[in-house]
């Protein structure tokens, strides 16, 4: 394993905010550094111990379905990406913090919504149709199990949440409350757009994307863009097409290319001889596990972009 890094330390850009993962600088007024360490975050908690090459490998992946899904390739909507070189803003010193593992930004105005496609039955959205027979106000047929793949993909946004705190699901009505009727479609739609472009190509690769989020801001023009990150593990639920049927009908997870394993280890884990309640200072994390990890997302990044 290569060195790791939790968490950068420029000092010849202004620090904006540190993220669950990412670290923004200020380059000016209308750009953003965005560094992506190595810290990982679970339960929207970031545990203590990095997955080393994880910053790198989450860039590599965002850029490849930029390149992919925006004006480069499909062109389904405007993205963050400025086309400069993110080295070229930091002092030679602070380079090796930056290289592979920054997007140099546009400064965008983020929109205060997670715009959660999903395409199979998973992870809350599983616990919440077992409980109403619905995912934030989406109505689902009866009789779908764990891992079911849905008839279409249906939109499931969250309000964003402040590092620590928890997503909250919301239903798209409440959405149009905070954003309005016409931000609110669009996101919707371009976000079914963006998942049914990427998961019918992940197919090719035999991979599943069983769920994805997408985060959007307004330009100084008002243009709705596409930002932060997309489609990587951290973002996305990935499987492998090869053991879906199995584990499907086992009734079981389906092995994931994504941080959904360390989240298997902490729903075991205890503290103090008790199980984690999901709430900061997270268990420390096995040097295995670790390692795991970062095999998984070096796979999902292999397969999809080989």
């Known amino acids: 394993m290569t060195a790791a890094l939790h968490t950068s330390m420029l000092t010849s850009l202004p620090l904006l905010a540190r993220g669950k993962v990412r670290d923004n600088y200020a380059v000016g007024a209308d750009r953003i550094l965005m560094v992506a360490s190595d810290r990982l975050s679970a339960f929207d908690v970031i545990m203590g111990e990095p997955i080393p ?3 790198a490998l989450l860039t590599q992946m965002a850029l490849f379905w930029f390149d992919k899904l925006g004006p480069k390739g499909q062109n389904i909507c405007p993205i963050h990406l400025t086309g400069d070189f993110p080295e070229s803003v930091v002092t030679p010193a602070e380079v090796p913090q930056v290289l592979g593992r920054s997007m140099l930004v546009k400064r965008l105005k983020p929109l ?3 715009a959660v496609v999903r395409g199979y039955l998973a992870g809350s959205g599983w616990k919440e ?9 989406v109505k689902l047929p009866p009789g779908l199990q764990n891992a079911s793949k849905l008839p279409e993909p249906i939109y499931t946004p969250a309000a964003k949440a402040a590092v620590g705190d928890h997503d909250e699901n919301i239903t798209f009505e409440q959405t149009v409350g905070m954003i309005g009727l016409d931000l609110a479609t669009r996101i919707c739609d371009i976000s079914i757009r963006l998942y049914l472009a990427a998961s019918e190509f992940a197919l090719t690769k035999g991979v599943i994307i069983a769920d994805t989020k997408f ?3 307004l330009d100084a023009d008002g243009t709705l863009t596409l930002m932060d990150e997309v489609l990587t593990p951290d973002s996305s639920r990935f499987w492998p ?3 879906y049927p199995q584990s499907f009908n086992s009734g079981s997870n389906p092995p994931s290319y994504d941080k959904q394993f360390v989240r298997d280890w902490l729903e ?3 503290v103090d001889g008790k199980p984690w309640n999901k ?3 997270a268990p420390r994390v096995p040097t295995a596990v670790i390692a795991k990890t970062a095999a ?3 796979e999902a990044l292999l397969r999809l972009t080989a």
Request: aromatic share 10%; charged share 15%; proline share 10%.
């Open 268 to 270: 075991q884990a205890l």
């Open 241 to 243: 097409l090869e053991s």
């Open 279 to 281: 709430t900061p200072p």
């Open 215 to 217: 985060e959007f801001g």
């Open 296 to 298: 998984k997302y070096q």
């Open 53 to 55: 090459g994880k910053g």
């Open 129 to 137: 149709y077992q409980a109403n027979s619905a995912v934030c106000g």
């Open 112 to 114: 205060p919504v997670e």
